[in-house]
């Protein structure tokens, strides 16, 4: 991946409903989902959600397919690894980097009572 590719997707993904609903569809998988599902799913006007697929669509993050009457977005998983693979491509200076499995989750803070 290009560095101004990587500044594209990331750019992209720098703001909060586009992050949430490119979440959203990775968790969907392969298949993708309806605008009309993600928008509901969101809480997100149906308008507004165009602008948002067009960004996520220039940056290469997103695919959408017609299927009757329903837009269907997919999550681009090729565009999504190599913006991962360039952003740890130098990880950990060229030593091993720690197995997976010793990186856990932070866990969220209990409010306390006021």
Do not use: W
């Amino acid at each position: 991946m290009e560095k101004t590719d990587a500044v594209a997707a990331l750019a992209a993904l720098a703001q909060d409903n586009r992050l949430d609903v490119f979440r959203l569809l990775v968790q969907a998988g392969p298949d993708g989902m309806p605008a009309g599902a993600i928008a509901e799913a969101l809480d997100l006007a149906p308008n507004t959600l165009t602008f948002h697929f067009d960004r996520l669509r220039t940056a290469g993050l997103v695919t959408v397919r017609r299927d009757g009457r329903s837009m269907i977005y997919a999550a681009q998983f090729e565009t999504m690894n190599d913006l991962l693979g360039f952003l740890t491509e130098n990880c950990c200076g060229g030593a091993p980097c720690a197995p997976a499995a010793a990186c856990k989750p932070a866990r969220k803070r209990a409010k306390m009572p006021a």
